[in-house]
């Protein structure tokens, strides 16, 4: 590795250790890196510079001695902008590099309805309201993490919640970015699910561990931001001779557990993917007021979904599995029906964050970006 490989490489290696163990001391930064103590103040030293982390001193009554600097993401530096395009909302949010939101928008518009180009369209007066809140606040932004309530592969994002195929999403709406008059900003496309699972693990869930959740669909995506695979989950096969979905399949867990198929089971209307709206499914409240038709809507959910859960065991044998999204807001006890229907050996976990996890997590990509390659922020 030549000097200036070594130098990114460092540079991203303390970087990541700051984010992931702060506060955190130089000393123990050496300790853990093996680099020097001399090497790990310059290389901090640059990162403060560039505000990326800060030096909050020493813990207060700490006894005098040599007191330890404790470093953290800088939370007065450079900030992410996260966007969210759902059937029925364009969200939007500020977060700082320390992953607390600083801004938040919500539009409601029928995107489902709109069309791919219209639908990023519509997104503008979102974006022009967060930067200039950024810009009010005097903070750069590192760039824009866009979540689509879909799954992306190959960079274009197909969601059948939003009736888009193969769209390229980045291009569209680095469109608009160009119409606000704002240049030379990378926009990051993902879906929902592995958004969400970003976020989850930012908030401190571990690396190894898989999420399981999603607004519009039904998706499983690891932790670990450094995989990018990202699954399906809701048009795996569960009942053989199932119903027909409009995916062309036939019996897909969508149909039993996904939103429009567990309302109609349940003889309830079906309020759209509006939990970040505030509106709550009406079969939660139904379950919650011991109705026995949503009781069995949540039941054959759960037993769907512990079956889908059998091929994800077998193929990647995870130990445990947070729920999160719109299943998990059927709570604890629909928690504990798909615990026992599966097999022991498996942990499922509920999720830290709420609806508005995606959001984060698109926001959090942009994060996780500088993380891995803080020199590309300085020098760019
Ligand atoms: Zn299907």
Redesign the pocket.
Known sequence: MGAQAMRRHNVALVMELIARDAPVSRVELAQRTGLTKATVSSLVAELTAAELVRDLGPEPGRVPGRPAGRLVLDPYGPVALGLQFASGHIAGMILDLSGRPLARQLRRFDVAGAGAADGVRAARPVLRRLFDEATTAGRLVAGVGVAVGGLVSGGLVSALPLGWREVDVRALVAGELRALDLHGLDVLVAGEVACAALAEYQAGAARDWLYLGGEEVIGLAPLNPAAELAGDL??VPVRRRGEP?????RG?L??YAGRAGMAASAGVPDAGAARLLGVEEPLVARVRAGDPAAERAVDRAAEALADALVGVRALLAPETIVLGGRLAAFGEPFRQRVVEHLAPGLTLRPAKLGADAALRGAAGSVIARVVADPLAWIEG
């Open positions: 809701g048009h979905c409009p995916c062309g399949g897909c969508e149909l």
